[in-house]
């Protein structure tokens, strides 16, 4: 299976700044994912990473808020803008890989907005 | 809409007592269905999925679950559990061809010694 790395692992961050997260994979893969897991709750696709595109954002997450980059097929970043506490979360990044058709997440990246 | 609901939100057992973890899905065909566990203060570890054919599928740690169509479910079973097994577990499904995965809100597994 796909190794995926996330850095940070954990941050505190003041309210207003930002903040972009990394995600490393050890394989070239097509399909690239964010996901949020808010404290208690469970996961929310945030976008999926297009490489060489813009983003695909779900419902209730826009570009601004959570800028996305996808600069080759094994690297993605994550921005979360102007924070606030509501943002605290536990963000995921996640990969298919295409040869077993399954859905692999990396450890993730836990943010606390003070 | 698609959903997956998963009735029990915390489960207390006693170690080495059988286990099951039930998840209904709603969705027009059959999707791909998975069970992801996460321990506390990590990310998601894949138990194990189900594309087709048999409809009891094992995973990872002695986890098995069964598709069971004509019920929605894909219910999550272990024989004997042990107290590493406190986890909060997820099942989650993927409507066909859109790779995206909707979760069900999660079950708060327990261990009593």
């Known amino acids: 299976s796909a190794v995926i790395s996330q850095k940070p692992s954990r941050d505190i961050c003041q309210r207003g700044t930002s903040l972009t997260i990394q995600c490393q994979v050890d394989?070239?893969?097509?399909?690239m994912f964010w996901y949020r897991q808010q404290p208690g709750q469970s996961l929310t696709l945030i976008a999926t990473?297009?490489?060489?595109?813009?983003?695909?954002?779900e419902s209730g997450f826009v570009i601004d808020k959570f800028p996305i980059s996808r600069p080759n097929l094994t690297f993605s970043t994550l921005t979360v803008s102007n924070m606030s506490p509501e943002d605290s979360s536990i963000y995921l990044c996640?990969?298919?890989?295409?040869?077993?058709?399954?859905?692999?997440f990396g450890e993730g990246s836990w943010l606390t907005v003070v | 809409a698609q959903s997956v609901t998963q009735p029990d939100i915390h489960i207390t057992v006693s170690e080495g007592a059988s286990l099951e973890l039930r998840c209904n899905y709603s969705?027009?065909?059959?999707?791909?269905l998975f069970w992801y566990v996460q321990s506390p203060g990590q990310g998601l570890q894949l138990l194990l999925k189900?594309?087709?054919?048999?409809?009891l599928v094992q995973g990872i740690k002695g986890f098995e679950a069964e598709f069971k169509r004509s019920q929605s479910s894909f219910n999550l079973r272990k024989p004997s559990v042990h107290w590493s097994d406190a986890a909060e577990y997820f099942c989650?499904?993927?409507?066909?061809?859109?790779?995206?995965?909707?979760f069900g809100a999660g079950t708060r597994l327990a261990v009593h010694p």
């Open positions: 989650a499904v993927e409507p066909g061809g859109y790779n995206k995965l909707i």
């Open positions: 189900y594309f087709s054919g048999d409809t």
């Open positions: 394989s070239q893969v097509t399909m």
């Open positions: 996640s990969v298919e890989e295409r040869a077993g058709n399954t859905i692999y």
């Open positions: 990473a297009n490489q060489g595109s813009e983003a695909t954002y």
């Open positions: 969705y027009g065909a059959t999707p791909y």
